[in-house]
């Protein structure tokens, strides 16, 4: 069932690795566009812009039907900048109205990390999609410190670049099953929360990242219409038909944006961020093996990831450590009484809640 037109949905997140529910304020969705779709991203951190440099990259957009019929497309929208949320508009072929149930983002050039999506169609339904979806089924993540009105909730964000072997090049969501309506299977155990988890993870049509080298695919994977529910929403789904349906090829390369001047491993090296929220854990970025992004401090907890290698220490105010800590006066990791870089960061991004 689809949602009642002028109210947004409640959105099928992930709070603390398990399943959660969204109430996002209407603000966060873009306007309803005849006979277009409308597809807002929300980005965290990006490779250049928020860690020194020019905006990141938008990705391009295929739009099909809920039979898999191409309906749209938008290929190199343009950049946006660490922080930010850019309105991609799709017209639709023939003018139609039809739904765009499926939607296939690529990544171009510069990485850029997605808070979260989401989109008005023709019709005026809504619908979102949350960047922690990205970590739980296996996505390269980080903290994207973008508050979401009206819960407050800081979702992860997942890292898409077209050329990076550490990040997805790009991924497919069939809008309907991110959200939970009033008439679907209640998810009020824990059991079944991690069922729906699972199933939105690995069935294939309701979400599907690509990896590199597979970065110019124009192919979603969708559900044989015969015998289902409106929206597809169940995890009965699992073992149904599933078909496969093609866009446009991706631009060529020779066409794409121009190379970062530095590896997006590179930047990352060259970048601090320091919190003090609580739920920005510095040893959760080191534990994950899919962590992605600068080194982390957390003022709060007084932990340090040094992300290249995946270690954590203590702050030096930690029951005061002078040695084998991080000095956040100098920004520095002191290792065996000599500061372990040999250059300053080039950027530190202060997330604290004072700045």
Same mark, same amino acid.
């Given at each position: +069932?689809?949602?009642?037109?002028?109210?947004?949905?409640?959105?099928?997140?992930?709070?603390? @690795?398990? *399943?959660?529910?969204?109430?996002?304020?209407?603000?966060?969705?873009?306007?309803?566009?005849?006979?277009?779709?409308?597809?807002?991203?929300?980005?965290?951190? =990006?490779? #250049? =812009?928020?860690?020194?440099?020019?905006?990141?990259?938008?990705?391009?957009?295929? *739009?099909?039907?809920?039979?898999?019929?191409?309906?749209?497309?938008?290929?190199?929208?343009?950049?946006? #900048?660490?922080?930010?949320?850019?309105?991609?508009?799709?017209?639709?072929?023939?003018?139609?109205?039809?739904?765009?149930?499926?939607?296939? *983002?690529?990544?171009?050039?510069?990485?850029?990390?997605?808070? %979260?999506?989401?989109?008005?169609?023709? $019709?005026?339904?809504?619908?979102?999609? @949350?960047? $922690?979806?990205?970590?739980?089924?296996?996505?390269?993540?980080?903290?994207?410190?973008?508050?979401?009105?009206?819960?407050?909730?800081?979702?992860?964000?997942?890292?898409?670049?077209?050329?990076? =072997?550490?990040?997805?090049?790009?991924?497919?969501?069939?809008?309907?099953?991110?959200?939970?309506?009033? &008439? =679907?299977?209640?998810? &009020?155990?824990?059991?079944?929360?991690?069922? #729906?988890?699972?199933?939105?993870?690995?069935?294939?049509?309701?979400?599907? +990242?690509?990896?590199?080298?597979?970065?110019?695919?124009?192919?979603?994977?969708?559900?044989?219409?015969?015998?289902? &529910?409106?929206?597809?929403?169940?995890?009965?789904?699992?073992?149904?038909?599933?078909?496969?349906?093609?866009?446009?090829?991706? %631009?060529?390369?020779?066409?794409?944006?121009?190379?970062?001047?530095?590896?997006?491993?590179?930047? @990352?090296? @060259?970048?601090?961020?320091?919190? $003090?929220?609580?739920?920005?854990?510095?040893?959760?970025?080191? &534990?994950?093996?899919?962590?992605?992004?600068?080194?982390?401090?957390?003022?709060?907890?007084?932990?340090?990831? %040094?992300?290249?290698?995946?270690?954590?220490?203590?702050?030096?105010?930690?029951?005061?450590?002078?040695?084998?800590?991080?000095?956040?006066?100098?920004?520095?990791?002191?290792?065996?009484?000599?500061?372990?870089?040999?250059?300053?960061?080039?950027?530190?991004?202060?997330?604290?809640?004072?700045?």
């Amino acid at each position: +069932m689809l949602p009642l037109l002028g109210f947004p949905p409640i959105v099928l997140g992930v709070i603390g @690795m398990v *399943l959660g529910f969204y109430e996002m304020a209407k603000n966060h969705y873009p306007n309803n566009k005849p006979h277009s779709t409308t597809v807002r991203i929300t980005v965290g951190l =990006d490779s #250049k =812009d928020g860690l020194g440099g020019a905006g990141g990259d938008l990705p391009d957009i295929q *739009l099909f039907n809920e039979v898999g019929g191409f309906i749209g497309k938008r290929f190199r929208p343009g950049k946006i #900048k660490s922080g930010e949320y850019a309105d991609i508009v799709i017209e639709q072929k023939h003018k139609s109205n039809q739904q765009p149930a499926y939607a296939l *983002l690529g990544a171009n050039g510069n990485a850029i990390c997605i808070s %979260h999506i989401t989109t008005t169609w023709p $019709d005026g339904n809504q619908h979102a999609w @949350m960047g $922690d979806w990205g970590r739980k089924c296996g996505g390269t993540w980080y903290y994207s410190n973008i508050y979401l009105v009206p819960s407050g909730v800081k979702p992860n964000c997942l890292w898409i670049d077209s050329d990076n =072997d550490k990040t997805r090049t790009g991924f497919q969501i069939h809008w309907p099953e991110f959200s939970h309506r009033q &008439d =679907d299977p209640p998810l &009020d155990t824990t059991e079944a929360k991690a069922a #729906k988890a699972n199933y939105l993870c690995t069935a294939g049509p309701p979400f599907t +990242m690509h990896v590199h080298p597979h970065s110019h695919t124009n192919k979603i994977d969708y559900w044989e219409p015969e015998g289902r &529910d409106r929206n597809g929403s169940s995890p009965e789904h699992v073992g149904r038909t599933v078909r496969s349906a093609y866009g446009f090829s991706k %631009h060529a390369p020779s066409a794409r944006s121009e190379p970062n001047e530095f590896t997006t491993e590179a930047l @990352m090296g @060259m970048s601090l961020v320091v919190s $003090d929220a609580e739920d920005h854990s510095a040893e959760e970025l080191c &534990d994950s093996p899919t962590s992605f992004g600068p080194d982390f401090f957390n003022t709060r907890t007084g932990t340090f990831c %040094h992300m290249s290698k995946k270690t954590l220490w203590p702050g030096c105010g930690t029951a005061n450590a002078t040695d084998n800590c991080f000095h956040d006066g100098l920004n520095q990791l002191v290792v065996n009484g000599i500061a372990a870089r040999s250059e300053p960061y080039v950027n530190v991004v202060d997330w604290t809640s004072g700045s």
